[in-house]
């Protein structure tokens, strides 16, 4: 993080900044929509898993 900081705004020191790298607003929007549509889903899902598997597994024994 002291790195980062030092190097703050510079992605390449001296010579790109981090505004100079980020990509295109239209293309940020993109994929801002893109999160916002499959953040959810993800979540969701994780969630739907964890209690549909949750519980069913046991320690495992040699008989």
Do not use: H, N
């Not at 981090?18 to 899902?45: D, T």
Request: no cysteine; glycine share 6%; charged share 10%.
């Amino acid at each position: 993080a002291g790195l980062a900081w030092s190097f703050y705004p510079f992605v390449v020191p001296d010579k790109l900044t981090i505004w100079q790298a980020a990509s295109a607003p239209e293309s940020l929007v993109v994929i801002l929509v893109g999160v916002v549509v499959v953040l959810p889903i993800i979540i969701f899902y994780s969630f739907y898993a964890y209690r549909v598997f949750g519980g069913k597994a046991t320690d495992l024994t040699y008989d």
